[in-house]
């Protein structure tokens, strides 16, 4: 799974009855999501997804726009926030006035975007033009450290927010108070909520940097509010009183709780009971809420290898660990502001993508000379892995539906060095095998898919899922999946794989897809993984598995499926 960008064809874009569930202080969290990374974008995309078209983002601002500026321009009852003129505000906090803003964004329905360009300096919709432009005044620049808490509090309130907005509700006098607050308003004190249970700032700076934010940016009265749900929320906590459901009752009683303390949808909670149990499910929330490593892949198309990374890495003094699955890969838990800032991206020397969408690529195989389709490609994070695993000698033929995120590959393998492998197929797989006749050695479908298994990199995907569009995944899976084996030759090798955990999308669509194409007819075989990833990671099906909790990666599937060599009957 790749970027906060979308996936082809479809933009789907611990346990306590009492108490705090606490995490770990972030250092780096990510706004997007996850599996493989396109290597000049910001480790905040690094987590990838493939999502978000440009009209949703034209039409997120509109909303933004709107909705900030009616409170300022006579609709609303209260005067608008205080104009500055061209002085700074220097009352405000800049990373707060920064990450009311990406909230207001994301809950909009905008895209989930990074904070820096490969550059690693603010621009687009990150820079505080378009943070005082959407405020009304102008704050101070964010240094390195505003970005870092920016970073960390908007991925943790967007994480956190079911369990926020159950105490900020709680707290409230009237319910309607909390129903009809206003959106700014409403991540101020999300913000100030999330500050003092989870990073555990100060509680007297957390709430006269909120207030003031409320004051400004809004109006006095707002800035009261803010002040007496904080107060009163501390109060609380030092009684150890917080108004948190207990985990009793029937199953569906015991998912609602939960879903609240650990803050995710019910469906989901729901679905993890059933399938897994109920302590599995609360680790696997767990780990959904806490901060996110990064891999690091070395391209070796550059002649860069991971010695160099080493050395690299060592003298800009960051932090890494020696990934124990793939010889390419490093780990990295801080520092991605000063890798990106260092040009190793951007200069193509390497990229950020998980380990699990490595083990995909090995369990393809890819080897000089042979010809490979990558059918829903973009943002292309497999298609370079496998492309300088080539060496110069055979082709990538990477298909997808998103033009605009085949040209950002097309640059991207430009400063790869494997611009003379990758070619970019803009089309609607479905559509292209009807119009063309191709027979590859391997074909490799990363289908678009519900990305559960990348919800501790995703911060905003558990919210943006719905239980209704599970069956229309699969629909389209196995669409997919029966389009991209006419893409492999007798002897060739399809392996599908996707970044959830979710069973329905992996194991029962490849048995489907089996079932509906017997060897006998279509001669189409599962090809254990065993030979290609660690054993760790291999199911009694002979399929590629990586759990989140016990490896400690994204979750992914992939099957290895070989066509016989002999003609069908």
């Not at 490093?330 to 991605?336: A, Q």
């Not at 494997?418 to 559509?431: F, G, Q």
């Amino acid at each position: 799974m790749e970027g906060a960008l979308s996936r082809l064809h479809v933009s789907f874009s611990v346990a306590r009855s009492s108490g705090i569930p606490r995490q770990k202080k972030p250092v780096f969290s990510t706004s997007s999501t996850p599996d493989d990374g396109v290597s000049c974008r910001q480790a905040g995309n690094v987590a990838q997804g493939k999502a978000s078209s440009a009209h949703v983002e034209r039409s997120s601002r509109k909303k933004i726009s709107s909705t900030v500026s009616s409170h300022r321009g006579g609709i609303s009852r209260f005067p608008g926030p205080r104009q500055t003129g061209g002085n700074v505000n220097h009352e405000v906090s800049p990373h707060r006035a920064a990450a009311a803003v990406r909230l207001l964004r994301v809950e909009q329905g905008g895209a989930f975007a990074d904070l820096l360009n490969e550059k690693g300096s603010l621009s687009g919709e990150n820079s505080m033009s378009y943070v005082e432009r959407t405020l009304g005044f102008r704050t101070q620049s964010l240094d390195d450290r505003d970005i870092r808490l920016v970073t960390d509090i908007v991925g943790g309130v967007v994480r956190w927010k079911r369990f926020l907005d159950h105490l900020i509700s709680s707290l409230c006098t009237e319910d309607r108070l909390f129903r009809g607050m206003e959106p700014l308003l409403l991540q101020i004190l999300r913000i100030g909520f999330y500050e003092i249970l989870k990073l555990g700032m100060p509680v007297h700076a957390v709430v006269y940097e909120n207030v003031k934010l409320a004051k400004i940016a809004l109006r006095p009265g707002a800035g009261n509010l803010v002040n007496g749900l904080l107060r009163k929320l501390v109060l609380l906590m030092e009684r150890e009183a917080l108004p948190l459901p207990k985990i009793e009752g029937d199953d569906r009683a015991q998912a609602r709780a939960l879903a609240i303390i650990h803050s995710h949808p019910v469906w989901m909670v729901r679905r993890w009971q059933k399938s897994l149990g109920l302590e599995e499910t609360v680790k696997l929330m767990n780990w959904n809420n806490t901060e996110p490593s990064f891999s690091i892949r070395v391209n070796s198309a550059k002649g860069f290898t991971r010695d160099d990374l080493v050395m690299r890495l060592e003298s800009l003094k960051v932090p890494f660990e020696l990934s124990e699955n793939m010889d390419d890969f490093v780990r990295i838990k801080t520092g991605m502001q000063t890798i990106i800032q260092a040009d190793l991206l951007k200069e193509g020397l390497c990229s950020v993508q998980d380990e699990s969408a490595g083990m995909v690529v090995s369990l393809l195989d890819p080897q000089p000379g042979q010809t490979i389709v990558d059918c829903c490609s973009a943002p292309g994070g497999k298609a370079l892995y496998m492309a300088s695993l080539l060496r110069g000698k055979g082709s990538v033929h990477a298909i997808d539906i998103n033009k605009g995120r085949l040209r950002i590959l097309v640059e991207t393998a430009r400063s790869h060095n494997v611009d003379n492998v990758i070619k970019t197929v803009h089309a609607d797989l479905r559509e292209f095998v009807e119009n063309n006749f191709m027979e590859s050695d391997k074909v490799l479908l990363d289908a678009p898919c519900s990305g559960l298994g990348v919800l501790s990199k995703r911060a905003d995907l558990r919210w943006n899922r719905k239980l209704e569009e599970m069956d229309q995944l699969k629909r389209l899976q196995d669409e997919l999946l029966d389009a991209a084996a006419m893409l492999v030759k007798p002897g060739g090798v399809l392996v599908y794989s996707t970044c959830s955990i979710d069973p329905e999308e992996n194991e029962d669509r490849v048995n489907v897809f089996l079932n509906r194409n017997p060897v006998e007819i279509q001669e189409f075989s599962v090809d254990s993984a065993a030979k290609f990833v660690p054993s760790e990671f291999v199911t009694d099906g002979g399929f590629y598995s990586s759990n989140p909790v016990k490896h400690s990666l994204d979750g992914s599937f992939a099957a290895r499926l070989v066509r016989s060599s002999e003609p069908a009957v």
